[in-house]
C-alpha cells in the first residue's frame, strides 16, 4: 500500500509559477515510476509529466514542455512539478500517481496509487 499526498495548489494570474510536491509513504520500495495527471471539469485526467524514481529519467506532454519540470527528492520521498509561465488551459486539478515498471508511462491505467488532487486555476 501506497499513499500520496499532494499540496502546492492555488490561483495564480496567467504567466505565473506554482510548485506542486508529492509525498509517498508506505510500501514504496516497488514504485519505479512516479507522475502528475490533471483533470479538468468535463475532461479526462490527462498526461502532464512523469519522472523514473531510480534513473530519473523524466517525460512531459507536449503541451507542458519548456515549461514544467518535474524532479525527485529521495530523501523525502517526494516528487516536485515545477511550473513555470502558466496558461488559463492549465488549469485543472493536479493529482500524483506511483506505479510499477511499465513503458508506458504515459498511459494513467498504469498507475497503482493515486493522490486526492490540488486545485490549479489560472486566471486570464
Do not use: H
Not at 514504485?31 to 517525460?59: C, D, H, L
Amino acid at each position: 500500500q501506497v499513499q500520496l499526498v499532494e499540496s502546492g495548489g492555488g490561483l495564480v494570474q496567467a504567466g505565473d509559477s506554482l510548485r506542486l510536491s508529492c509525498a509517498a509513504s508506505g510500501r514504496t520500495f516497488g514504485v519505479y515510476n512516479m507522475a502528475w495527471f490533471r483533470q479538468a471539469p468535463g475532461k479526462e485526467r490527462e498526461f502532464v509529466s512523469a519522472i523514473n524514481w531510480s534513473g530519473g529519467n523524466t517525460y512531459y506532454a507536449d503541451s507542458v514542455k519548456g515549461r514544467f519540470t518535474v524532479s525527485r527528492d529521495s530523501a523525502k520521498n517526494t516528487v516536485f512539478l515545477q511550473m513555470n509561465t502558466l496558461k488559463p488551459e492549465d488549469t485543472a486539478v493536479y493529482y500524483c500517481a506511483a506505479g510499477k515498471f511499465t513503458l508506458f508511462v504515459k498511459n494513467r491505467q498504469n498507475y497503482d496509487y493515486w493522490g486526492q488532487g490540488t486545485q490549479v486555476t489560472v486566471s486570464s
